[in-house]
């Protein structure tokens, strides 16, 4: 069972950053593959990012073309967080922002893939 409380969000301006931090309980948080996700206003839910377990080879961060450049993600194991950073942030990156997490044998974009969630922190921008 892994517990996870998003936190970071809140109201800017286009062109302003943002660092969004996902608190994770659980003593095998770096087995986990980590995502994040967001639901923009009257939309579903849709990929941002993820990172996969540190001891993983190869490639181990995957981003929706709409964040490529400009979102970072990353993970302290010793701290059980993930991070999102969110720089040139635009007006169509509004959206309420989840983290998640899964036991997967790849990094997965699908949030059918992921067993548990955070309650979301809202993220606005204003143009």
């Known amino acids: 069972q892994v517990q996870l409380v998003e936190s970071g969000g809140g109201l800017v301006q286009a062109g302003d950053s943002l660092r969004l931090s996902c608190a994770a309980s659980g003593r095998t948080f770096s087995s986990y593959v980590m995502g994040w996700f967001r639901q923009p206003p009257g939309k579903e839910r849709e990929f941002v990012a993820a990172i996969a377990p540190v001891r993983w080879p190869g490639s181990r961060t995957s981003y929706a073309d709409a964040v490529k450049g400009r979102f970072t993600i990353s993970r302290d194991n010793a701290k059980n967080t993930m991070y999102l950073q969110m720089n040139n942030l635009k007006p169509e990156d509004t959206a309420v922002y989840y983290c998640?997490?899964?036991?997967?044998?790849?990094?997965?974009?699908?949030?059918?893939?992921?067993?548990?969630w955070g309650q979301g922190t809202q993220v606005t921008v204003s143009s």
């Open positions: 998640a997490a899964a036991l997967l044998a790849r990094v997965l974009t699908t949030p059918a893939a992921y067993d548990y």
